[in-house]
């Protein structure tokens, strides 16, 4: 069965720290990992990786994955309040995509 | 404009009624998804369908139907068969060449 795993679920830090949520997966013919935020309707979409070991780079948003060991994290340095969100990731195969829980990331002023 | 839109955003209903929540893209895009999201969790998938008139059962079909008669809509009907319905739904879609799905804005459902 596919499998995709987020850590931690939940996370606290102040404006300014930098955090590294992590997804580990399981997943037959993997095509892609995925990541989304999800603030308070619809996903939006972050990265999308295919290749292992090329970092995807937005801002202060940073991700990396790693088909040798399976696991993929997204980076996020100089925190801001509108950080806050809950962070998906997925892995996809040829036709639909495996979700993880999410991990709520809240940052405080 | 393009997107995808559901509707209604809202939407209260009484045990033991069937509900269609309406699904619409105008991306052109072949595939396209069914999500349920609950409190605290990810997104667990419902019904897909990569082609019209076909459809393939997600994670948690039961209680659910769907169908696909145009390319651009992708209905899904919640029937009293569904233990547990109150929650928030996700409609995507994606391009066949890619893998990056687009979400609508999501209809939140509550069954009292």
């Known amino acids: 069965e596919d499998k995709v795993v987020q850590s931690p679920l939940s996370l606290v830090v102040h404006e300014g720290d930098t955090v590294t949520l992590n997804c580990s997966y399981e997943v037959t013919n993997f095509r892609s990992l995925l990541w989304y935020k999800q603030e308070k309707k619809a996903p939006t979409f972050l990265f999308m990786l295919t290749s292992s070991g090329i970092e995807k780079k937005s801002g202060r948003l940073s991700s990396i994955l790693d088909k040798k060991e399976l696991f993929s994290i997204l980076n996020i340095t100089a925190t801001q309040t509108g950080d806050s969100a809950v962070y998906l990731c997925?892995?996809?195969?040829?036709?639909?995509?495996?979700f993880g829980q999410g991990t709520r990331l809240t940052i405080n002023p | 404009d393009g997107g995808i839109t559901q509707s209604p955003k809202y939407l209260f209903r009484k045990e033991g009624q069937n509900v269609t929540l309406s699904c619409e893209q105008n991306?052109?895009?072949?595939?396209m998804y069914w999500y349920r999201q609950d409190p605290g969790q990810g997104l667990r998938l419902i019904y897909y369908s990569q082609i019209v008139n076909d459809f393939q059962k997600g994670d948690i079909a039961e209680g659910y139907s769907v169908s696909r008669e145009k390319k651009e809509s992708f209905p899904l009907t919640v029937t009293s068969a569904q233990k547990n319905p109150t929650a928030f739904y996700l409609c995507?879609?994606?391009?066949?060449?890619?893998?990056?799905?687009?979400f609508g804005p999501g209809t939140r459902l509550t069954v009292t």
């Open positions: 997925a892995v996809g195969g040829a036709q639909k995509l495996v």
């Open positions: 991306l052109n895009h072949d595939a």
């Open positions: 995507a879609s994606r391009d066949r060449l890619t893998y990056e799905q687009y």
